[in-house]
């Protein structure tokens, strides 16, 4: 195991992996090993530092992803399988990393009619499109961007279930892997639903950002990378 000079661990990093190992191998041997498996060593280094290296946190919430990943069958993921969804346009991976150096996932809100196809499509998608930016990820960069295009957004594609499950994903099987939600050109209709769902997100509703177009394209990218829908 490597451990990266730009996590602040303690000493004992290394013997609590080795016994989240040990114990998983003991008590969840039904559990996969390999890459996301149960003796994943930076897997288990990532989830020890989200639980602040309690072991017994670390391997509850560990066990839970591993299990979760077997059961979503996140593996089998591939562009075939999500084509339905993503050819609606509501959710797709920009072809390029904003200025901190973050890949980043735009949604267009207005594309999402809840019940237009079966929710674990969109589902599907979502986590697809997660595993596919964090494959983008630069040497020493750790987290996403989501950015959420609410140009156009109306009542209808208001869909509370299918937005907790993004935000329990990402607390529950992707932790500290969102490092910011942009809200751009949310119309006044969309403040309710924000009202609804901000409770439901926990701490994560500090990652949100409400911004204009302008905003976003100065701040987040340069005239070469800003979203070809906002230039």
Same mark, same amino acid.
């Given at each position: 195991?490597?451990?990266?000079?730009?996590?602040?661990?303690?000493?004992?990093?290394?013997?609590?992996?080795?016994?989240?190992?040990?114990?998983?191998?003991?008590?969840?041997?039904?559990?996969?090993?390999?890459? !996301? #498996?149960?003796?994943?060593?930076?897997?288990?280094?990532?989830?020890?530092?989200?639980?602040?290296?309690?072991?017994? /946190?670390?391997?509850?919430?560990?066990?839970?992803?591993?299990?979760?990943?077997?059961?979503?069958?996140?593996?089998?993921?591939?562009?075939?399988?999500?084509?339905?969804?993503?050819?609606?346009?509501?959710? !797709?991976?920009?072809?390029? +990393?904003?200025?901190?150096?973050?890949?980043? %996932?735009?949604?267009?809100?207005?594309?999402?009619?809840?019940?237009?196809?079966?929710?674990?499509?969109?589902?599907?998608?979502? $986590?697809? +499109?997660?595993?596919?930016?964090?494959?983008?990820?630069?040497? #020493?960069?750790?987290?996403?961007? $989501? +950015?959420?295009?609410?140009?156009?957004?109306?009542?209808?594609?208001?869909?509370?279930?299918?937005?907790?499950? $993004?935000? /329990?994903?990402?607390?529950? !099987?992707?932790?500290?892997?969102?490092?910011?939600?942009?809200? $751009?050109?949310?119309?006044?209709?969309?403040?309710?639903?924000?009202?609804?769902?901000?409770?439901?997100? #926990?701490?994560?509703?500090?990652?949100?950002?409400?911004?204009?177009?302008?905003? %976003?394209?100065?701040?987040?990218?340069?005239? /070469?990378?800003?979203?070809?829908?906002?230039?």
């Amino acid at each position: 195991l490597r451990i990266r000079s730009c996590y602040s661990l303690p000493e004992n990093a290394q013997k609590l992996v080795a016994d989240v190992k040990e114990k998983l191998e003991k008590d969840e041997s039904s559990l996969p090993v390999g890459k !996301y #498996g149960r003796d994943d060593e930076e897997m288990i280094l990532w989830f020890l530092k989200d639980r602040r290296f309690s072991v017994e /946190e670390a391997i509850t919430k560990l066990t839970k992803a591993i299990r979760w990943r077997r059961e979503f069958r996140v593996a089998d993921l591939t562009e075939e399988s999500v084509q339905m969804a993503a050819e609606t346009g509501k959710a !797709y991976l920009h072809d390029f +990393l904003d200025v901190h150096g973050r890949p980043v %996932m735009i949604v267009e809100a207005s594309k999402h009619i809840p019940g237009e196809i079966e929710a674990h499509e969109d589902e599907k998608l979502c $986590v697809f +499109l997660i595993e596919k930016a964090l494959r983008k990820l630069p040497p #020493g960069k750790h987290e996403i961007v $989501v +950015l959420i295009d609410l140009r156009g957004f109306k009542t209808q594609n208001a869909d509370l279930k299918f937005t907790t499950f $993004v935000f /329990e994903a990402f607390y529950c !099987y992707y932790p500290r892997r969102l490092g910011e939600v942009l809200f $751009v050109d949310a119309p006044f209709i969309f403040k309710p639903f924000w009202s609804l769902i901000k409770p439901l997100t #926990g701490s994560y509703a500090s990652l949100a950002k409400f911004c204009s177009s302008k905003e %976003m394209a100065e701040n987040y990218f340069t005239t /070469e990378t800003v979203p070809q829908s906002f230039r």
